[in-house]
Structure formats: structure tokens, C-alpha cells
T-cell receptor
Framework: SQTIHQWPATLVQPVGSPLSLECTVE??????LYWYRQAAGRGLQLLFY??????ISSEVPQNLSASRPQDRQFILSSKKLLLSDSGFYLC????????????FGDGTRLSIL | AQSVTQLDSHVSVSEGTPVLLRCNYS??????LFWYVQHPNKGLQLLLK??????LVKGINGFEAEFKKSETSFHLTKPSAHMSDAAEYFC????????????FGQGTTLQVKP
């Protein structure tokens, strides 16, 4: 069966520090991969998605970037964190193609001080 | 363009009573629709999905939803609420591309009172 791993579960970082969040998927090949941010009490905002290695699409301009160095690995990064980067970050995967459900990791709670 | 509207931001029921969470969608083609549940500080869990097969879809934990094209609705129901059902629920529609992107409603918070 397929599983998705996301870490760390919680992270506290100072303003201006770098960020690297990692997500890996097991049990499937060539998945679509997604990064979302969820602000407190609000819905999900799609940040990035990827349909293949090295293929990254950004949904909103911001202080973050994403990379997909391997088929089942998706990394969210920042060179310098802002206070506004605080939130709950979720990684998800789906079978390639449209009209498929996405399957989510357990999320990373990021607090910026 | 596809969109989804959850008609209630907050629903409160008593344990053992029925649950109804309402969702309307807009789509220029026959959509795929999903309901997800999110417990505090957790990821989203797929409850059920509609993909143009049977219009009444059964999901996990006793939930079901009915696709009504004439009403453009996909309401989520459960006959008897349990305390563990208290969570945030999202109605979701697939976008029209092959990227697999989903369009999320703003969520409905379900409170279950003892």
C-alpha cells in the first residue's frame, strides 16, 4: 500500500532563517505531488505541484520554493523565513492524471519567531 | 471554471443525531467530487469520492453523500453522530486539467455535543 511521510511534525524557526521540509511517498511510481499551506482557521492554499521529476509549478508568488530531486521526494524550501510563513504545511500525492483523490501527510506546524 | 461552496461554516449536533453538511459545486463538465475530514493538527483524510458511477456514495465511518446534478449539490450525511466525528470537513471538486489539482471549499466545522 502507499504511504506518505512528512517531517518534521513541528518546527520553530527565527525570522530570516532557512527552511527545508521534506515529503516522501512509498508504494507508487510517478505520482503527482503537492504542497499546501493552511493558515489558522482557514482553508487550504496550494503552493506548488509537480507532475514529474524536476517539474515544479508555482501557484502563488512568495518566499518559498519547491524541488523534486527524485520521483517520490518533494522538498519545500526558503532561504529566509518571514513571519507570514507561519502555518500548517501539508504534502499530498495523487495518481498521475486528473480526477483523482489526493492523499495527505500528517503536516508540519511551522512557527516563526 | 470549477468551484465549490460549503453552505455552513459551523454545524452543531448532539451525539446520536443525524449529520448534514451541505456543499454546492459549479463545474463546466462532469466533475469528480470528494469529501475530506481533518482532525486538529492532522492531515486530511479522504472520506469518500464520486467519480460518475453511482450517485449515492458510501464512505468510511458511516458517512455517505449523494450527487444531485439537477441541484449541483453533494451533501454529506451520517445517520448518527459520534463524538469522534467532531472535526473540520472539506468538500472538494477536481479541476479540469490533468494536473490532478483539487479545488477546496472553505470547510465546515462539525461540533458534536454529548
Amino acid at each position: 500500500s502507499q504511504t506518505i511521510h512528512q517531517w518534521p511534525a513541528t518546527l520553530v524557526q527565527p525570522v530570516g532563517s532557512p527552511l527545508s521540509l521534506e515529503c516522501t511517498v512509498e508504494g507508487t511510481s510517478n505520482p503527482n505531488l503537492y504542497w499546501y499551506r493552511q493558515a489558522a482557521g482557514r482553508g487550504l492554499q496550494l503552493l506548488f505541484y509537480s507532475v514529474g521529476i524536476g517539474q515544479i509549478s508555482s501557484e502563488v508568488p512568495q518566499n518559498l520554493s519547491a524541488s523534486r530531486p527524485q520521483d517520490r521526494q518533494f522538498i519545500l524550501s526558503s532561504k529566509k523565513l518571514l513571519l507570514s510563513d507561519s502555518g500548517f504545511y501539508l504534502c499530498a500525492w495523487s495518481v498521475a492524471g486528473g480526477n483523482q483523490p489526493q492523499h495527505f501527510g500528517d503536516g508540519t506546524r511551522l512557527s516563526i519567531l | 471554471a470549477q468551484s465549490v461552496t460549503q453552505l455552513d461554516s459551523h454545524v452543531s449536533v448532539s451525539e446520536g443525531t443525524p449529520v448534514l453538511l451541505r456543499c454546492n459545486y459549479s463545474s463546466s463538465y462532469s466533475p469528480s467530487l470528494f469529501w475530506y475530514v481533518q482532525h486538529p493538527n492532522k492531515g486530511l483524510q479522504l472520506l469518500l469520492k464520486y467519480t460518475s458511477a453511482a450517485t449515492l456514495v458510501k464512505g468510511i465511518n458511516g458517512f455517505e453523500a449523494e450527487f444531485k446534478k439537477s441541484e449541483t449539490s453533494f451533501h454529506l450525511t451520517k445517520p448518527s453522530a459520534h463524538m469522534s466525528d467532531a472535526a473540520e470537513y472539506f468538500c472538494v471538486v477536481s479541476d479540469s486539467s490533468n494536473t490532478g489539482k483539487l479545488i477546496f471549499g472553505q470547510g465546515t466545522t462539525l461540533q458534536v455535543k454529548p
